[in-house]
């Protein structure tokens, strides 16, 4: 089956994508396009599926970069390929050659491009990174290799939307402490229970932050199981383990 990768006219000419799970080698519940070292499928199957990405990516797997994600605010400035994973939640470049990744199964993929500086970025930001500050972080880590912030423009890759995200009233009352406008994200659910808006949340970061441009591609991961893997949706179906879905972005080959 063929590789399947969204992508977003707000990134090009930048080669980038958000992979689906379509298009893999590993199987049961992995099936498909798993690039997650981390899960317990077939390291094979993983190295294969991984090797696809970096072919499509037009790198070498070795020079497809990604971090040990831990859910913080650190980003990593990558200047050449390394088989090293440092924990961290976000990358970012201006070095070709590379290509930059990042895994999610609900928690949002973001990819950062500021054309003219050639300055790109890939962000894991969960609601803890993006509370944190993981956003912020990678476009103060681009502005640092000479990008303009009204320049760059972030695209938030499929995620959990908020019909599939039920939260309780723990959570929103975490939220609202830190910031009373935080309930904005937050919809009335059953049994005293929320409906928390991820994405949401991740635009009005990015926007806030003052980028040139800001979207989310629309895709739920939780409603779609044919093209996405979820966490959540494995817990409910009280599955073993999950697929992480990849996405990456590169400046183009080594000079």
């Given amino acids: ?21 379509r298009g893999g080698a590993s199987s049961g519940i992995f099936s498909g396009l798993n690039c997650g070292t981390g899960s317990t499928d077939q390291h094979e199957a993983v190295t294969i599926n991984r090797t696809r990405v970096a072919d499509a990516m037009g790198v070498p797997l070795d020079a497809l970069m990604g971090v040990h994600q831990i859910h913080s605010p650190d980003v990593v400035t990558v200047t050449q390929a390394a088989t090293d994973r440092p924990k961290a939640d976000a990358l970012v470049t201006a070095t070709r050659g ?45 502005e640092a290799l000479g990008a303009t912030c009204d320049n760059i423009h972030a695209v938030i ?30 919809a009335n659910g059953k049994n005293g229970k929320y409906q928390f808006d991820l994405p949401a949340l991740g635009l009005h970061r990015l926007r806030a932050a003052g980028v040139g441009f800001a979207e989310w591609t629309r ?25 992480r879905l990849i996405a990456a972005i590169t400046l183009g080959p080594a000079d």
Avoid at 6 to 17: F, Q, V
């Fill in 1 to 21: 089956m063929t590789l399947e990768i969204i992508t977003s006219d707000a990134l090009t000419p930048i080669r980038h994508g958000f992979f689906t799970r």
């Fill in 98 to 142: 590379v290509a930059l990744s990042v895994l999610a199964a609900d928690c949002q993929p973001v990819l950062f491009a500021d054309t003219d500086a050639g300055v790109i970025g890939a962000a894991h930001a969960g609601w803890k990174g993006a509370l944190g500050g993981v956003l912020e972080s990678t476009i103060e880590a681009m």
């Fill in 157 to 186: 890759g499929p995620c959990i939307s908020q019909t599939a995200y039920e939260v309780g009233p723990e959570f929103f009352e975490d939220f609202i402490a830190q910031d009373s406008d935080f309930g904005r994200f937050f």
């Fill in 219 to 243: 895709h739920c991961t939780y409603a779609d199981p044919d093209r996405f893997y979820s966490y959540r949706r494995t817990t409910h179906n009280k599955e073993a383990d999950y697929g």
